[in-house]
């Protein structure tokens, strides 16, 4: 299974952009679908995430600006993100609970990170 992320990007503060995230490879299903990143100098932080059933969490510093979706039948997983900051800046990581085909049980996977850059 590998998750592979797409969208990052520079980007003037007021701004917008879209990650995407696909999962492939030998899938069963799956569970929760999310987004973290880690600014500089700090520590991974939860983002966003997605159930299967399409419940929705946010970090309350993203409330009301980002948006994550998903679509199900291609497997991946989006973050529309607006009126971005400065801090923002970070690198973004996808990840899903997967169940592969060769298993029983659910584990996480994680995408390779894409990086957001917002200026002021």
């Known amino acids: 299974v590998q998750l592979q992320a797409s969208g990052g990007g520079l980007v003037q503060a007021g701004g917008s952009l879209r990650l995407s995230c696909a999962a492939s490879?030998?899938?069963?299903?799956?569970?929760?679908m999310g987004w973290y990143r880690r600014a500089p100098g700090k520590q991974r932080e939860l983002v966003a995430r997605?159930?299967?059933?399409?419940?929705?969490d946010y970090a309350d510093s993203v409330k009301g600006r980002f948006t994550i979706s998903r679509d199900s039948a291609k497997n991946t997983v989006y973050l529309q993100m607006n009126s971005l900051k400065p801090e923002d800046t970070a690198v973004y990581y996808c990840t899903a609970e997967v169940r592969a085909y060769q298993s029983w049980s659910y584990r996480d996977y994680w995408g390779q990170g894409t990086l957001v850059t917002v200026s002021s």
């Open positions: 997605i159930t299967n059933g399409g419940n929705t």
């Open positions: 490879g030998s899938i069963f299903s799956i569970n929760d």
